[in-house]
C-alpha cells in the first residue's frame, strides 16, 4: 500500500533505528521480556533485508545502550547472547550487506567481540547495503572517546585546535564511516532519543510510532519513508528558498 508511494529518487541514504517496546510487546501477551528481544531481533533482520531490497544503503539499529547495562544481568546476559545468535554470516551474505558495530566493543564478552569482528571481516566487501549496529553505545560515551582523543592528537602535534571544525569532529566519531540519517525512526510510543545519535541526528527528520518494535513490518518501514517525503527540510532557510532552490536544480 504504502510501497507504490516511495518516491525511488529520493529514498534517503540513512535510516536509524531505536528499536524500542520488546519487553511491552511481550508483556501484553503474557510472556517474558525475553520473548519479545528475541522477537524484536529476527525482526531487525526482516528489515534490513527489507531495507537493502529497497535501496536504503546505511541502517543503524539501536540495540544496546549504555544505560542499558543497568539492567538486570539475567536480561543483559540474554541480550548479549542473542547478539553473538544474530551474527549470522548467511543473512548478510546472501543480502550482500555489510556489518558494523559501533559502540563501547571492549566492555563486550571476549565471545562477542570476536563474532563482531568475524563478520566485520568477513562481510566488508558487501556493498548492497549496510548494517550498522549500536551496541553498548551512547553518544555521551562517543563524545567522550571523541574528545580524548582529539586533545591526544593535539598533544602529539597532529591536530592543530584551531583546525578544528564540525568535520573534524565528526571524523572523531564512531559513525565516520557514513552519511548522518536523513530520517530516525523511534518505535514504542517513546519521544526521546536515549542517548542515541544526538550528535548525528542534528537535522535529522525524527518519525515516532506507537508500533512495538517486533510489529514494526514492512509495511511499517514504507509507510516512515513516505511520511518523511512529505517534510520539507529547510536547513535554517525559508520554505520558499528550499523550493526556489530545487527549481534551479531541475
Ligand atoms: C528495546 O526494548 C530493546 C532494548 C532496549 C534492549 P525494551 O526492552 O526497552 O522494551 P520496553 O521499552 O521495555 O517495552
Ligand atoms: C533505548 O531504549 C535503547 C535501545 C532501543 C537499545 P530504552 O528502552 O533503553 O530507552 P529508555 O530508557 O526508555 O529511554
Ligand atoms: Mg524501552
Partial sequence: MYKEQID?????????????GNGRWAQARGQERSFGHSAGA??????????TRLGIKYMTYYAFSTEN?????????????????HLEEEIFMKN??????????????QKMQDACNHLMERTKNND???????????????MQRAVRNMVKDVQDGKLNPEDITDKTIDSYQMTNFMPNPELLVRTGGEQRLSNF????????????????????DEECLYKAIVDYQHRQRRF???????????KKEK
Avoid at 550487506?97 to 564478552?109: A, C, D, H, K, T
Fill in 69 to 85: 547495562w543497568s539492567r538486570p544481568e539475567a536480561e543483559v546476559n540474554y541480550l548479549l547472547d542473542l547478539m553473538i545468535k
Fill in 197 to 216: 545519535l544526538l550528535w548525528q541526528a542534528a537535522y535529522s527528520e525524527l518519525y515516532f510510532t506507537d508500533t512495538y518494535w517486533p510489529d514494526f
Fill in 8 to 20: 525511488m529518487t529520493r529514498l534517503p541514504e540513512h535510516i536509524a533505528f531505536i528499536m524500542d
Fill in 236 to 246: 535554517g532557510k525559508t520554505g520558499e528558498q528550499v523550493v526556489d532552490e530545487a
Fill in 96 to 109: 550482500n550487506v555489510r556489518f558494523r558495530i559501533i559502540g563501547e566493543m571492549s566492555r563486550l564478552p
Fill in 128 to 142: 548492497a547495503s549496510n548494517m550498522v549496529v549500536a551496541f553498548s553505545y551512547s553518544t555521551r560515551w562517543e
Fill in 42 to 51: 529476527d525482526r531487525m533482520h526482516d528489515i534490513m533485508t527489507c531495507g
